[in-house]
T-cell receptor, first 113, second 113 residues
Framework: EAQVTQNPRYLITVTGKKLTVTCSQN?????MSWYRQDPGLGLRQIYY???????DKGDVPEGYKVSRKEKRNFPLILESPSPNQTSLYFC????????????FGEGSRLTVL | GENVEQHPSTLSVQEGDSAVIKCTYS??????FPWYKQELGKRPQLIID?????GEKKDQRIAVTLNKTAKHFSLHITETQPEDSAVYFC????????????FGSGTQLTVLP
């Protein structure tokens, strides 16, 4: 089954404790992206990747890191989480340059105390 | 960068009535405009999209219109049903694809039986 898989789905952590949210897709998609969803703000792009070893900042990259060492994986790293990073995070992927659909993972709800 | 504004933030309609959600974008280079539907607790999913060389597109009960001059696009849902209740997001991209999508803030549509 074609899918984007995120882990963990739910996480409660404390300020400053490094964490990684993993994202994996099995559709051989070139493009992957991370969004955060907050009430009243919609979906805001954190980072995106056009292909392996090619990453770039989105609209809200502060406090986050990403890597794309393999085509299928695109982890999101919070080196020192803060309470303002409490949010619902979505990983998404898309096929290529003319592909219209962004396939989303199920989301990861993160709470930073 | 691109800015997408979406209105209204909430919309309630009677079952069988029509619903219209409107978005404006700021970057005249934007050329791809998708709409995503997010049911409660679920991931966003693409429901319809339009490219800048087309003024209108329909798919059964949903349609999207685009006014490039005014930098404005709208989602129209006719004969609404309770299962249409969800959050709807508009988005825009200058890449002609799902890459680097900028999303609006979302509209909570409630269809009243």
């Amino acid at each position: 089954e074609a899918q984007v898989t995120q882990n963990p789905r739910y996480l409660i952590t404390v300020t400053g404790k490094k964490l990684t949210v993993t994202c994996s897709q099995n559709m051989n998609h070139e493009y992957m992206s991370w969004y955060r969803q907050d009430p009243g703000l919609g979906l805001r792009q954190i980072y995106y990747s056009m292909n392996v070893e090619v990453t770039d900042k989105g609209d809200v990259p502060e406090g986050y890191k990403v890597s794309r060492k393999e085509k299928r994986n695109f982890p999101l790293i919070l080196e020192s989480p803060s309470p303002n990073q409490t949010s619902l995070y979505f990983c998404a992927s898309s096929l290529g340059s003319s592909a219209g659909e962004l396939f989303f993972g199920e989301g990861s709800r993160l709470t930073v105390l | 960068g691109e800015n997408v504004e979406q209105h209204p933030s909430t919309l309630s309609v009677q079952e069988g009535d029509s619903a219209v959600i409107k978005c404006t974008y700021s970057d005249s280079a934007s050329n791809y405009f998708p709409w995503y539907k997010q049911e409660l607790g679920k991931r966003p999913q693409l429901i319809i999209d339009i490219r800048s060389n087309v003024g209108e597109k329909k798919d059964q009960r949903i349609a999207v219109t685009l006014n490039k001059t005014a930098k404005h696009f709208s989602l129209h849902i006719t004969e609404t049903q309770p299962e249409d209740s969800a959050v709807y997001f508009c988005a825009a991209s200058t890449q002609g694809s799902a890459r680097q999508l900028t999303f609006g803030s979302g509209t909570q549509l409630t269809v009243l039986p």
